[in-house]
């Protein structure tokens, strides 16, 4: 089993910025690819972004240029640096992993909301 655990959620005002953490921890060999998604109300869950252990990173076009996803492969966490906040990312943003290629096997975090609003 693996646990995720969120952290640095918040109220920001739109332009802003605000930095999202994740630990994970539990049976944990390696981890293949972690990332971030949200889900704002009324909406379906959408990715963020995305960090395989090589480097590898997928944005969603909304937040290219302004959200950055870093990791530490050998803390196993992940990092979501996110600047010049519009209302539209207003969400709850879910920490996710997967350890190996290819799994269908998700792990999340409980989440953490982020509010932008003025």
């Known amino acids: 089993q693996v646990q995720l655990v969120e952290s640095g959620g918040g109220l920001v005002q739109p332009g802003g910025s605000l930095r999202l953490s994740c630990a994970a921890s539990g049976s944990i060999v390696s981890i293949y690819r972690m990332g971030w998604y949200r889900q704002a109300p009324g909406k379906q869950r959408e990715l963020v972004a995305t960090?395989?252990?090589?480097?590898?990173?997928n944005y969603a076009d909304s937040v290219k240029g302004r959200f950055t996803i870093s990791r530490d492969n050998v803390k196993n966490t992940v990092a979501l640096q996110m600047t010049s906040l519009k209302s539209e990312d207003m969400a709850v943003y879910y920490c996710?992993?997967?350890?190996?290629?290819?799994?269908?096997?998700?792990?999340w975090g409980q989440g953490t909301q982020v509010t932008v609003s003025s």
């Open positions: 960090r395989t252990w090589g480097g590898i990173t």
């Open positions: 996710n992993c997967n350890l190996v290629p290819g799994s269908t096997v998700d792990y």
